[in-house]
């Protein structure tokens, strides 16, 4: 899949803001809403925002569409700088272990696969796939593995101790290739749930209550968490569920301003 240019992004990004904005300025209820907001988009740099208050002729909110330009390059430096999602890596690490373990000598080629999963199409195979299945059935039992075979079609199911699985499957071509692939846990999920809960259970009291000041801090509150959360790999599935769970909060709000 194609990645958008970084100029088009960033241009969407800081419109977006913009109009935010400008929306905070209206007379209305939602308004504080709009502005909490455009500062929640700004961060990290947003946090900035206060020592503007230190130069002459203080623009106000107006000055959050330049926070957003520069946070749009701090950003795109983070993503360079920060250090790639753990999980994957390990994903990565013991796909190299499960090819070298057989010494082999095969055609190792990049497989599509999930996001979080690393896949390998061997070429080349110098035995015939019943009997790759059965090297690498025995190596991983051997390394603790619990290993599940399926007799038809043929293929290979391990899972080690921290839940990663190793597969190994006929491949798509009629010359003998097989696919290896390391896919990682699925612990986002589990993360995902308890940011969902974390998030869900107080903004739904509040949505409930319908009262303005707890609308304001439990829905600003998920949506602040949330965003800094996916800054990071391994907290990702957490923020993703806290603004989902803000939802509730953040739609009672815009009702209660529109009211």
């Known amino acids: 899949m194609r990645r958008l240019p970084f100029a088009a992004v960033a241009a969407l990004y800081v419109a977006v803001v913009a109009m935010l904005t ?3 300025r209206l007379p209305s209820y939602s308004s504080d809403l709009a502005a909490f907001v455009a500062l929640a988009l700004t961060l ?3 946090l900035l925002y206060p020592l503007l208050a230190l130069v002459p ?3 106000g909110w107006h000055a959050l569409p ?3 330009l520069l946070n749009a390059f701090v950003l795109r430096l983070l993503h360079r700088l920060l250090p790639r999602d753990p999980v994957v ?3 990565e690490n013991r796909l190299h272990g499960a090819l070298v373990s057989t010494r082999l000598k095969v055609t190792p080629m990049a497989h599509p696969g999930r996001r979080r999963e690393r896949g390998l199409l061997l070429r080349d195979v110098p035995v015939d796939y019943p009997r790759l299945v059965g090297v690498y059935r025995d190596l991983w039992q051997e390394a603790g593995l619990r290993v599940r075979q399926q007799a038809e079609p043929l293929a290979l199911r391990a899972y080690d101790a921290e839940g990663y699985e190793f597969s190994l499957e006929a491949g798509p071509g009629v010359f003998g290739d097989a ?7 699925p612990a986002g999920r589990r993360l995902f749930v308890a940011g969902l809960a974390a998030g869900g259970v107080p903004c739904l009291v509040a949505a409930l209550s319908a009262t303005y000041p707890a609308l304001l801090l439990t829905g600003a509150g998920a949506l602040v968490l949330g965003l800094s959360c996916l800054a990071v790999p391994r907290t990702r599935g957490f923020g993703g569920g806290l603004l989902l769970g803000g939802v ?7 009702l209660y301003g529109a009211a």
């Open 22 to 24: 400008i929306l905070s």
């Open 44 to 46: 990290p740099t947003g």
């Open 57 to 59: 002729d203080h623009l």
């Open 66 to 68: 330049l926070l957003a």
């Open 89 to 91: 890596r390990e994903a």
């Open 179 to 185: 696919v290896l692939r390391v896919a990682a846990p």
């Open 248 to 254: 509730p909060a953040l739609i009672v709000l815009l």
